[in-house]
Nanobody, 127 residues
Framework: QLQLVESGGGLVQLGGSLRLSCAASGFTLDDYAIGWFRQAPGKEREGVSCISSRGGRINYADSMKGRFTISRDNAKNTMYLQMNSLEPEDTAIYYC????????????????????WGKGTLVTVSS
């Protein structure tokens, strides 16, 4: 069964950090660009970041630049999102998604081509 599973979410205080993981099973991530998306309560899902299949190209949503870092370890079939300086506005369910192309879309919000999705992990930032 092909699936992505997120982990690492939780409750953190303002200014804290979390590292999310996205592990693939049933397929290898080597040929997939991987994106992180999030959906806050009452809001539409938005793109957070995306990394190309070999990790050479990365994009971020403007509000995450300098605070979040995406990375991947293809040997472990896992990708990560390091989140620092968290704010209450970052509270959301975070999803990872796999796109069977080498590169991400130019638009970090684009869900085009994202063939596999995890079920999400909840991040709550308290003030």
């Amino acid at each position: 069964q092909l699936q992505l599973v997120e982990s690492g979410g939780g409750l953190v205080q303002l200014g804290g950090s979390l590292r999310l993981s996205c592990a693939a099973s049933g397929f290898t991530l080597d040929d997939y660009a991987i994106g992180w998306f999030r959906q806050a309560p009452g809001k539409e899902r938005e793109g957070v970041s995306c990394i190309s299949s070999r990790g050479g190209r990365i994009n971020y949503a403007d509000s995450m630049k300098g605070r979040f870092t995406i990375s991947r370890d293809n040997a472990k079939n896992t990708m990560y999102l390091q989140m620092n300086s968290l704010e209450p506005e970052d509270t959301a369910i975070y999803y990872c998604a796999g796109r069977p192309f080498r590169y991400c879309s130019n638009n970090v919000n684009s869900e085009d081509g994202m063939a596999y999705w995890g079920k999400g992990t909840l991040v709550t930032v308290s003030s």
